[in-house]
């Protein structure tokens, strides 16, 4: 692999760190538009992007009309969510409705990443439960889809329950990619993470955000159809849509880069962001995917570089790069503890 240059620091003009990555845009017909370092289409871990997939099964199990979910629900089974009150009494909604409670999820523990929150949470002494986890949504979410198929809850994180087995299907069909190529490791929340090449990951986006029913996006001029054993055709995933845009804050939280673009583009751009350097982005209008991967996973380093890219891009307009929070996130200059500008971050790409 050959990764590029994507950012680079500087402390009194002298360079201080460098963040090389992958920068590319991709069509719905798999046709590749713009790339900035070469991956040689090597796999890499979709982590927490691939959230609206494995949630896209309360869909096609029939789960999301069974148990009468909302789309605020909906959205934080797809959400990294950052642990306030609003994301954790929707996913314990979730639970409620389909009967089991926040012990029966399997995701583990760590404090709120809000920090309001978990400032509130040690004042008050108050100890951390796997609500306040930033995948306990998609582990609720994975419950429901057992709960509507009569699966077995005990060992829904075995990649050997249906329920596994079905989301690594979805994945390769959303993304075009053969199932037996795909990687397979543990996250850490301890569900099963896929890996697959990072233009697939975008493929696999617009599949899915632009589905409404039967047919999939084209892929190299051939239209697909997906079937599978379990639920026949696909249904259409609209609600996935919208509950990224209209719950951003749900999707991640406060100064969340994917609630920002989110919030700023009016909903035409959905974006979610993954550990390990990832972002997923896409561009409804222009049916196009921009996907970011920083190698160091430096989350300063990833949002500079994703907003600079939807700058070039011009997917984000003059006035929301203005905006407060947006160019909190994009702010190019170091500066020290008393606010005085000591370095820069500069973008070093080109699309």
């Known amino acids: 692999m050959k990764p590029a240059l994507l950012i680079e620091t500087t ?12 920068i590319l845009v991709v069509d719905k017909k798999e046709k ?13 871990w979709f982590r927490s992007a691939a959230k609206p997939f494995q949630a896209s099964l309360i869909i096609k199990s029939g789960a999301y009309d069974k148990f009468n979910f909302t789309l605020e629900e909906l959205a934080v089974c797809c959400a990294s969510h950052t642990g306030t009150e609003q994301h954790t009494k929707t996913v314990q909604s979730v639970l409620d409705k389909i009967g089991l409670t926040e012990t029966d999820l399997q995701c583990g523990i760590h404090d709120p990443l809000d920090k309001e929150t978990r400032d509130y949470f040690i ?18 979410g994975m419950l429901a889809v057992c709960i509507a198929n009569g699966w077995n809850i005990e060992n829904y994180l075995e ?12 994945i390769a069909n959303f ?10 490791g543990t996250d850490g929340c301890s569900a099963p993470v896929h890996a697959l090449p990072l233009y697939k990951m975008g493929v696999g986006f617009l599949n899915l955000f632009l589905n409404k029913g039967g047919l999939l996006a084209e892929a190299e001029g ?14 259409s995933y609209e609600n996935i849509k919208k509950a990224f845009q209209k719950n951003p804050f749900l999707i991640g939280g406060n100064e969340r880069l994917d609630t920002e673009i989110i919030k700023t583009s009016c909903g035409n751009l959905i974006s979610k962001t993954a550990a390990g350097g990832l972002c997923v982005t896409i561009n409804l209008e222009k049916e196009q995917a ?9 989350m300063t380093a990833r949002s500079i570089a994703i907003i600079e890219a939807l700058k070039q ?39």
């Not at 402390?11 to 992958?22: A, C, M, N």
């Not at 909190?328 to 008393?338: A, E, H, Q, S």
């Open 222 to 235: 051939r239209a697909k159809l997906v079937r599978n054993a379990v639920y026949g055709e696909q249904p």
């Open 175 to 184: 993304c075009n990619f053969d199932e037996n190529n795909i990687n397979i």
């Open 290 to 298: 921009l996907v970011v991967k920083i190698l160091d996973a430096d």
């Open 32 to 44: 590749i538009l713009s790339k900035t370092g070469d991956d040689e289409n090597k796999n890499f």
């Open 11 to 22: 402390r009194s003009q002298l360079t201080e760190t460098q963040h090389y990555g992958f």
């Open 159 to 170: 990649l050997s329950h249906p329920l596994q087995k079905e989301i690594t299907t979805t």
């Open 123 to 140: 004042k008050n002494d108050i100890n951390s439960s796997q609500l306040q986890n930033n995948c306990s949504g998609k582990h609720a």
């Open 313 to 351: 891009l011009k997917w984000l307009s003059k006035d929301a790069l203005e905006t407060q929070k947006i160019a909190k996130l994009y702010d190019l200059k170091i500066k020290n503890l008393k606010n005085h500008p000591v370095g820069e971050i500069i973008p070093k790409f080109t699309l």
